[in-house]
Each structure stands twice: as C-alpha cells, then as structure tokens.
C-alpha cells in the first residue's frame, strides 16, 4: 500500500494507442526498464502497442520525469520516493532518482485492470515513499543448490515487490557456491561442482541492479565452514580431512583465529570477491559458533591465554576484529547475524537479528546499525499473516527517534534444508508480500483481510513474471499420482499444510541428497482452501445460524467427506503416498463433524454431550500431524462444533461476545 493515494473516482481507457515519454535525466537502467514495462503490460493486457516511445510529451498517455541520474553502485538509502498522477486522462510519473521510477511503474502496472479488447487504469494520486530502506529477501543456495534460473526470476518478483536487498548466502557446511580464480579448491572440493562462475555473478549483479536490488553476498565464518576446509584444511581449528556435510544443523568445524595464515588467506579472497560484489556491504554469517574444536586446540587455547580472551566469545570477536580490518582494507562494511556484536567493533556494522526486535533494539541503543529476519524465516512455513504483524520497529519500542534510524529494516529468510528448485518458489512466494508490505507501507496499514484479498491478486501477476509458486503445484500433484485422475489428490493437497517451525527435522533424517517429491513439499505453506473455509464459517456465524444458509460450507464438508473413498486406491498403491491414507481418512471423519455440526445449528437444537465428547475425540485424532502434514481446516471445524454445542434455539443472539469466546476455544485447543 502506499503511504498516501486518493482515488479520482475515474477509470481511464488504455489501447493499442497508449504511448509514453521519458524526460529529465537520463540512466542506462531507464530505457531497459521501459522496455520490460511495456512488455508486461501488452502480457498483462492483451494489447499490442504500434508505437509506444514518443519524444514528444504532450502527446504521450504516461510521462516519466526523473530529477537525476543514479548511483553507479546503487546505496542504502537512496532515494525511491514517487509520485504517480492523473490529470484529464494523461499519467505522470516523477521521481527523484531512477529507483523511484522503477517502484512507480511497479505500482501503474498494479492499477491496470484487463477489460475485453482493452484495458482500463484506475485514477489514483499517489505520494510514496518506502518505511525502511533496507527490505531484503535471503536465498540461501548452499543447503540445496539454486540454479541461475531460480535466481533471476526471484530477482523479478522482489522488485514487483519493491524489494531492494538480494542476500545471497553463497557458503555454508553443505557447499561454496562461488568460483574463486585464487583459491580454486573453494569450488572444486566443496560444491559437489554446483556452483556459481565469476560471468554468472556479474550476470546476477547487473541483472539485480537493473531491477534497484543490491546484491549482498554471505560467505559464512568462522563457523558454518566446513565446505571451506573440505578444499584448505590448514585453515581449520582442527585436524582435517574435511568434505561436504550432507546433513543439516550445528556442526563442529571452524576457523582457527590463532594463525596468520587465516588471515592472510581471507584477506586475499575478500580481495577477489569484493571485485566481484560492487555493494558496500559484505556478510560474513558469523552464527551458532559452538566453539567445541577451539576449546580442544592447545594452540589455540595458549593464544587466547597469551591476548587476554577469556571466552569464546571473546576469540570469536577477535576475529571479527581482524576480519572488519580487512573488509575495510576493501572498502567494505560488515553484515553479520546477532553474534557479531561486541563493542570492539565499529559503528558502521550492521547486526541482522534472528533473535527478535528486542536485540535489534539493544543494537540500536548502542549505536549500531540493524535489520530484523527474526518473525521473517519462511522456511517456517507460517501464514502470511504471522509475518504481517511483524514489525522491525514495533509499537511499543522505547527507542529514541534517533536510536530509530539505526533499525534499517529487514529480510525475509530462505534457508534452504527443505526446498528445491522445484519447490523453493512456493516456499517465497506469495507469503513474502507481507513482508515487502510490512517493509515499505505505513506502520498503520495493518488490515489482513485487505492484506490477503490484494495478495492473491499479486501472486498471480507475480506468476505473470515466470515464478512458479502457483504453476508448479498441478505438475508435482500428477507426478505424484504417476497417470491416474489427480482431482482427488489436490482436494486433498489444497486444505492441508506442512508442519510448523522445524518441525519436519524431528520426523525423519533429512539430508541435502533426500528426493523433495512427496505430498509435503507439494502442499503449500498456508492453505488458501482452508482460508478461505474460515472466513466462510465465521459469516455463517455471525448470522443467527439457520437452515437454508449453509449451502456452501455443506457442498465443501460433502466434498471432503467422500474425497477419502476417490483416493484411497492411489494412496494404497503408490509408494509416495501410501503415509498419508491416515491423514485423508481423518479428513473425511473431521469434515462429517462439521456437517453434523451444522445440522445442530440449523435445526436450532443445542448438540447432546455425547456427540461434543465423541465429535472432539474425532478432531483431536485429525489434528495430530501424519506425514509432516497437518490439516488446515480444523480450527474452523473446531469452532462450528464448539459453536453446535453452546447454540440454543432460544437464545438467538451471535454477538461479537459470544463469537471471541469461540476463537478463545479454538486457540486453546489448537494450542493443546
């Protein structure tokens, strides 16, 4: 949303005459913009344009007027402020700088409505600007290899989402993902030869920069570097041999800070990447250090004894010490996660938060630049509307107005364990809105419903672009139903969800070579079927429920109850499948509880205690997990049978008292 837009009231007709002009300064990334811009409206609209570039602006349908040329390497901070008006039929759009034109088109492209032949543009006056200057999205490419494609077509999406940081997280224990000309046994021994050339990397940087995306690259260290001492054992704190992990977590391997020759070789391949990354900012991860091989190494031991660190914490800043050292040697500044942080370091650091926005607050309150990731990891797979709410900045900070300006602002985070490139769209995309939103608009936008009601709208137009977070799930449904009818299979994958918070991790032994191909990488993170169910029985609840209004969720519950009789066939005989018999099973039981539930409500007869006791014993059974899935429309069939059980024909009142008390109970039992 933008943080000021007053409707005209006046819908203006869009053609195959449509025409625009370009005036002001002028930047290499304008006219290219321009080109894709066009491109996508005739996609979006159908139409075909004869001559759109004029020279001539009194005779142009939209004028982009930019004040200055931008940056050769694009900064935090620069200006993307807009503004986009409607005067007697014509559009201007004016910025200061070209990432303010690029924003402003993103947001014309939203207010073209396809109409027949034709299309329309709704009138708007809109004054924009972003909250934070930072608004990034983290890719992380080492657990699961992301190709070149993958990468690109995630660059577009962040920009339609006027997000302007690509963080790329490039080593870790299960790969370097970067050709290095000066070590090479970074790529050749630790990347199971998956990896990024150095034409590649000034492909993505260009590639992101003509979007108004800065690319921050992470290699991590000292720790989450075993793929670093598969190829340079020397380096390590311990004894090698060293060769990629395949399995996930916190793994011992690390740097030793104690030699020289660290420091030497980190200073020669921070010069070689930072050729390559233009950005002022340079990640160097810095995380779940556990310290195990520095407490095991006399060497190491003697050192800290002999400077005075008493902790390794203390070694690890140290480190950092040096490393900041040699980043500014390269006219960098650091990016790392919470551990960074340490008073030895300089102001100019900024500290990413995967603990919470109190530790981005005490960050600011020491001076320090930050970002907040925590409440943002969509490896999670919450709701879009759990990271809505979530804030960098919230309402009750106690910090200063100046204190303020350090929290830059935050990223989404796709860590990577548990995606492919197959999937690893539909684990970003649509839910990353909400974060691009919480992002850029105002504070005070906080309305979910308008938030998922304009989502949907977006993800399609983000498909428009080539992401494949809604057009891959159809083809690995049939893959997976291998020839027969896969109608029953998506009834079924549509109002189920992937278990929350890591949970997936507990079930079974996942590595980077385990086949991402069963119901649970299909299913998406949050199911739009069971959303859209909930809405629907909460307005059947606010009106005094009787029969004759309840024909849509009845058809739905009838739906479900008899998917299990279509399905179990292919569930009994596919090796892929056969785990999830019980959970379409209990599908079929839950729905036929929120039938009778119904019936109770219609008929206007409180349910007897016996069916309460029998219909939760019911729930509660579909609401254990069964394949890593979990079934996204039982809260709402929780609250129609709390609801069957509390109803009396004789009190007719639904009141907002009453409804809240249902929510009450239904999180509570959830939260059981």
Known sequence: MPVKMDWRGEQNTLDASFRLALTGAKDDRLDRALG????????????????????DPSQASLVIHCQAKGLPVQKVGEDESYSLTFTAGTAKLSAKDPLGVLRGLETFLQLVQPLGTGAWIYGANIQDQPRFPWRGLMIDACRHWMPLEVIERNLDGMAEAKLNVFHWHLSENQGFRVESKVFPKLHQLGSDGNYYSQEQIQEIVAYARERGIRVVPEFDMPGHSTAWLAGYPELAAAPGPYSVEKKFGVFDPCFDPSKEETYRFLDAFIGEMAALFPDEYFHIGGDEVNGKHWNENTGIQRFMNDHGLKTNEDLQAYFNSRLEKILKKYHKKMVGWDEILHPDLPKNIVVQSWRGTDALAQSARLGYDGILSNGYYLDLVLPASSHYLVDPLPAANDLTDEQKKHVLGGEACMWSELVSPETVDSRIWP????????????STTTDLDDFYRRMEVESGRLEELGLT???????????????????????????????????????????????????????????????????????????????GHDEGLVTLLRTWVQNHEKLKLLLEQNDLLVDVYSQSQDLSAAAQVGLEALQYLSSGKKASLTWSVKAGEILKRASEPKAELEIALLPAIYKLTFAASQWDQLDKTTSEAWLKSLDTQVEATQHK
């Open 36 to 55: 894709r811009f066009l491109k996508r409206l005739e996609k979006r609209t159908g139409l075909h344009f004869v001559s759109p570039l004029s020279s």
């Open 431 to 442: 839910r990353t809105l909400a974060v691009a939103e919480r992002l850029w608009s105002p």
């Open 469 to 547: 977070h809604e057009s891959g799930y159809l083809p690995m449904l049939k893959n997976l139903a291998k020839g027969a009818d896969v109608t029953p299979l998506k009834v079924l994958a549509d109002v189920v969800e992937p278990v929350k918070n890591y949970q997936r991790h507990r079930w079974g032994a996942y590595t980077s070579d385990f086949p991402l191909n069963r119901l649970v990488d299909a299913a998406r993170p949050e199911s739009a079927a069971a959303r859209s169910f909930r809405k629907a029985v909460d307005d059947y609840l606010k009106e005094a429920p009787r029969l």
